[in-house]
């Protein structure tokens, strides 16, 4: 029999502008996405760590992301 003792994934995130608004709008609402999505993982309390936050010069968002898999322990995977 196996179990699950630790498990993380590590995702890269691309939020992207929408194209058929104003650029300014565009990067706003981004803005709000990525708070957005930070605030659902403290709600949800799923364990997380942002490894990086990049705001690329088209204004969209790249965040680097481990982050606790379903409800499985995360182990060392944060430290």
Not at 38 to 45: A, G, S, V
Not at 51 to 77: A, C, F, H, R, W
């Amino acid at each position: 029999m196996k179990r699950i003792k630790a498990a993380c994934i590590c995702q890269t995130l691309h939020f992207m502008l929408k194209e058929d608004i104003a650029h300014e709008l565009a990067v706003r609402q981004v803005q709000e996405e990525v708070t957005h999505y930070k605030h659902t993982l403290e709600r949800n309390r799923t364990q997380h760590k942002i490894l990086e936050e990049t705001t690329q010069p088209d204004g969209s968002v790249m965040l680097k992301i481990v982050k606790q898999y379903n409800q499985s322990p995360v182990g060392d995977y944060l430290n």
